[in-house]
Nanobody, 114 residues
């Protein structure tokens, strides 16, 4: 499974960004996808997940601001981030989970600063 992220960048506080992650390869056994993030000097933390059923889960810090969605036909998972805060600054990593492994994208930088 290969994952390619896009959509990071620099945005002012209160702004929005949309991250996308395209999956390819042996994707048929994937049952969940999502996003983690890692800020400098901090551990990687879960941001949001979406299962094949469409069930979603969010970190408390991003609830009501971020929305995860999945286009199964395009093998694409997206993260719409609104009302961004400086503390959202991090490298965001897409992941895909199948029964054997968790696969990771290369990461995309999100910087929230005025």
């Amino acid at each position: 499974v290969q994952l390619v992220e896009s959509g990071g960048g620099l945005v002012q506080p209160g702004g929005s960004l949309r991250l996308s992650c395209a999956a390819s390869g042996n994707i048929f056994s994937i049952y969940a996808m999502g996003w983690y993030r890692q800020a400098p000097g901090k551990q990687r933390e879960l941001v949001a997940t979406i299962a094949n059923s469409g069930h979603t889960n969010y970190a408390d810090s991003v609830k009501d601001r971020f929305t995860i969605s999945r286009d199964n036909a395009k093998n694409l998972v997206s993260l719409q981030m609104n009302s961004l805060k400086p503390e959202d600054t991090a490298v965001y990593y897409c992941y895909a989970q199948n029964p054997q492994n968790r696969y990771w994208g290369q990461g995309t930088q999100v910087t929230v600063s005025s």
